[in-house]
């Protein structure tokens, strides 16, 4: 079974970074695409960013030139460093993992809160 834990949320004010970690542990394929997605409060779990095995990256368009993930595959990590919060990104930001034989896991999520 595929365990996702993330790491690194918190408390910021806007215009703050933070860097999120997120580690896959147990019997993992070949991981295909390891990303972020984020849902506030009344809305809908939406794409952050993703990063495949040969790390071509994906954005969403509201977090371009802020944040940038990156990920380690020894170690089956993945990261999101993100800069220049805005109030609008408040959210729980879920970890994802997709491998090449179709499987889906998502970790519990960690929140984000920017206020001042």
């Known amino acids: 079974q595929v365990q996702l834990v993330e790491s690194g949320g918190g408390l910021v004010q806007p215009g703050g970074s933070l860097r999120l970690s997120c580690v896959a542990s147990?019997?993992?394929?070949?991981?295909?695409?390891m990303g972020w997605y984020r849902q506030a409060p009344g809305k809908e779990r939406e794409l952050v960013a993703t990063i495949t095995s040969d790390n071509y990256t994906n954005y969403a368009n509201s977090v371009k030139g802020r944040f940038t993930i990156s990920r380690d595959g020894a170690k089956k990590t993945v990261y999101l460093h993100m800069s220049s919060l805005k109030l609008e990104d408040t959210a729980i930001y879920y970890c994802?993992?997709?491998?090449?034989?179709?499987?889906?896991?998502w970790g519990q999520g960690t929140q984000v809160t920017v206020s001042s």
């Open positions: 147990g019997v993992v394929f070949k991981i295909l695409t």
């Open positions: 994802n993992l997709e491998d090449f034989v179709g499987s889906t896991y």
